[in-house]
């Protein structure tokens, strides 16, 4: 399985939200991190290339593994990030499924 490491959290260019980016290149099963988000109770907007997981703040989890939480404090982003890491681990080390398969 590959390892899912990420680095510190970086504010975006409109200052609008905070971005975690892993450390190495990483494709994310979505159907997996879907389905393990929706297990712990997050409501989901699959927008079939990212995942919208409707929280307070809002965070976007693309396949490439990079975590966009949609609040300008770094704080609430790092707290919002620690919920979602390891539903994001569980999409790791699968190849992605194909939407019929979902």
Known sequence: ?????YRPPKVCSD???YEMIPVRPVALDLGRVRQALESDGVDVLDA???LIARLNPEA????NGRVLVKSGDRATAETV???LEPLV???VGHA????RDA
């Open 96 to 99: 992605p499924r194909r939407a």
């Open 60 to 63: 976007t989890i693309h396949a």
């Open 81 to 83: 990030f620690r919920r």
């Open 89 to 91: 681990r569980t999409g």
């Open 48 to 50: 079939r290339v990212l």
């Open 15 to 17: 200052r609008g939200g």
């Open 1 to 5: 399985m590959t390892e899912l490491e």
